[in-house]
């Protein structure tokens, strides 16, 4: 196994030290699609070579803390040797693991920004409430990963909440960390609608979408059909007397999207741009994840929004991930923003299915 994983690590190191020379070729940096993607390589890549060069330090290490055993009649320097064999042979099996699951193929979405939907489902009015609470959560979230998020549309709820909200959320491997999230999400506690104190069953779907990117999709401008409104909901003078809300109809497949969060027209038709562009990109990414997630618990099919994921219980203060069997019980931390162990968890579990999957 060791010399079959070391091929593999030399083969790498040789593409590593190719796509080094070619990002500095002038003929690659002009074509910015080629130079971009070559960029990304290179960053995996030098993971990859870094952690390679620190599997070789060890077993080098070993080798001749052997080889003084063996060989070596002082009692100091073979004790010095057995030392070194007892500090390094716990270090090998976990770093083989770390470069078995860098030389897995990653999903070349998992570092794209993301556009988070988020509906409220069974439940009425305490439903849209939950699908409110949700998006504090991830909001939460966001801001302590250094993570930007903007709305794009929003339908309120009668008694507050969100019927639905849809945002967009940039940063470093966004749709990596936040692919887990799709899927119902369902709360047990007593609504603030409830005058009998009975605990109700609510539920809201999340929908998490890799955002397209320009070179990704190319949409032609006779295809879509613009349409201009007044924006309604909270937002001051312009609400209502400004057209500056889109609507944005891509006629081939029927897709609509809107947004009305900005007050520029202008600014409106981008990020609606951005949502079509993606909307349109995940009809084709639909079958891959199809596809995975019957292989993975994990990951929820995005044409499934029926497969519940979670459940926050607020009696017991609980929260259940059913996909892993995993629960704990922060719930006013989770809620809170504090969802990044149950991350950690559900990629811990993926990471061991795609190991099973791509055994080396």
Known sequence: MENR?????????TKFDEVSTLITDPAVIADTKRFVKLNKEYSDLEKI??????????????EEA??????????????????????????IEPLEEEIKLLLMPADPQDSKNAIVEIRGGTGGDEAAIFAGDLFKMYAKYCETRGW????????EGTMGGYKEIIFTVSGDNVYGTLKYESGVHRVQRVPATESQGRVHTSAATVAVLPEAEEFDIELKESD??????CASGHGGQSVNTTYSA?????????????????????KNKAKAMVELRTRIYNMEYQKYIDEIASKRKTMVSTGDRSAKIRTYNYPQGRITDHRIN????????????DIQECIDQLTIAENAERLKENEL
């Open 5 to 13: 994983l070391l091929e593999k690590l030399e083969g790498l190191s």
């Open 49 to 62: 070579v870094k952690k390679r060069d620190e599997y070789l330090l060890l077993l080098k290490n070993l």
């Open 66 to 91: 052997n080889i003084i055993l063996a060989s070596e009649k002082d009692e100091d320097m073979r004790d010095l040797a057995k030392q070194e064999i007892e500090d390094i042979t716990p270090k």
């Open 148 to 155: 930007r998020t903007e709305v794009t549309s929003f339908a």
């Open 224 to 229: 879509i059909r613009t349409d201009i409104f």
């Open 246 to 266: 889109i609507r944005l109809v891509h006629i081939p497949t029927g897709i609509t999207v809107q947004c009305q969060d900005e007050k520029s027209q202008l």
């Open 326 to 337: 995993y629960t704990i019980y922060n719930l006013p931390a989770f809620v809170g923003g």
